[in-house]
């Protein structure tokens, strides 16, 4: 896998960009090529939901058998069958998930700079090659996108203009939803700058972690644009996904017997909820990394927004003392200086 670093120059990456547009349709279009990933992920999903009702079902039974005596001893057991494994469960479930992500970002990336996949290599292919050839490095990621999240956040309240977009007078409450939307919007740019690392790949992630940074501060205002506006559109799918799946809920729950119909309702909302963050998420995901990976393209970075984010974000400092960490961890030893050999003595 080539590396498109060029951490020494003005601009930091040299990779190449394919896409031309930002737009909803060149997103749905990515998306549309990776469609085994957003299958994969709703397969997952729905098969531990699915467990998840039937380990449900199976402590419900055995609780209620323990408890026709009378006593606490169902209900303890019962919470203790679902409290250990039902945690375990959620582990796997979510460690799964960012697995797959991360092949199915090192996808969208590959697709967006380079157009197509390398030959004779097929998508799942070369996303499962890309987390098992990087695997140390994808999970460092994980614990580095926390705290790319929180330097992001705290970049986005020192924002000013941002107020600026509510002109009128007694809209505090409006302007509340507004900051609630951009912190929201956080978790599209975090996964961007993961994209960012995968398109330069540099071994040093801390490094390119904190330039991805610089560079969405220098660019804030159309990144965060497309990232306000995928959350628009999100509330607004989201509710016609609802709608798509509790009509047929309630008319299930007319012909169920009364006193399993609620359960109808109960399996629409959670099938609404799989349908949205597989198919969704990374939908506007793609949007938000589409639009910062065109703003960045041949762009000089700019180190006045580093000293910005040094003095807002203490998080962003630790990465700044990590990336420095890293570069001594791989310095070579300096070489010893040379033994000085005594001088020659005179003759006697």
């Not at 402590?59 to 009378?70: D, P, Q, R, T």
């Not at 069958?81 to 039902?86: A, H, Q």
């Not at 990394?289 to 703003?295: D, Y």
């Not at 000089?300 to 000293?307: G, K, L, R, T």
Request: hydrophobic content about 45%; overall charge neutral.
């Amino acid at each position: 896998f080539p590396s498109y670093s060029s951490p020494d120059q003005p601009i930091r990456h040299h990779y190449p960009l394919s896409v031309k547009s930002d737009s909803l349709g060149t997103a749905i279009g990515l998306c549309m090529k990776t469609t085994p990933f957003i299958l994969m992920r709703l397969g997952i999903l729905l098969g531990f939901t699915f467990l998840s009702i039937l380990w449900l079902a199976l402590c419900g039974g055995i609780a209620a058998l323990f408890s026709k005596g009378g006593g606490g001893g169902g209900v303890f057991l019962f919470l203790i069958g679902i409290g250990v494994p039902g945690g375990f469960f959620a582990v796997l479930r979510n460690y799964l998930l960012d697995i797959l992500k991360s092949a199915h970002i090192a996808v969208l990336t590959r697709l967006i700079t380079e157009g197509k996949m390398p030959e004779g290599i097929n998508q799942v292919e070369y996303g499962k090659n890309i987390v098992k050839a990087k695997f140390l490095q994808t999970n460092l990621l994980f614990v580095i996108n926390a705290m790319v999240n929180g330097v992001i956040q705290s970049f986005n309240r020192t924002l000013d203009w941002v107020s600026g977009l509510i002109p009128l007078p007694g809209l505090e409450g409006m302007m509340k939803l507004v900051n609630q939307i951009i912190d929201r919007s956080a978790t599209y740019v975090d996964e961007t700058i993961f994209s960012y690392n995968m398109a330069r790949n540099d071994e040093n992630v801390w490094r390119s972690s904190m330039d991805g940074l610089v560079y969405y501060a220098q660019n804030v205002k159309p990144i965060l644009k497309t990232a306000v506006y995928s959350i628009v559109l999100e509330y607004v799918f989201t509710f016609f996904i609802f709608l798509l799946c509790l009509v047929p809920s309630y008319l299930l729950s007319l012909i169920l017997p009364a006193s399993v119909g609620s359960f109808a309702w109960i399996l629409g909302i959670v099938l609404a909820m799989i349908l949205k963050t597989s198919v969704l998420h990374p939908l506007f995901l793609t949007m938000v990394a589409l639009t910062f990976h065109l703003q960045v393209h041949e762009q000089p970075i700019n180190e006045q927004y580093s000293a910005t984010l040094d003095s807002v974000s203490e998080k962003f400092r630790e990465m700044k003392e990590k990336a420095v960490e890293w570069l001594g961890q791989k310095q070579p030893p300096p070489l010893a200086p040379p033994e000085q050999q005594p001088p020659p003595s005179s003759g006697s």
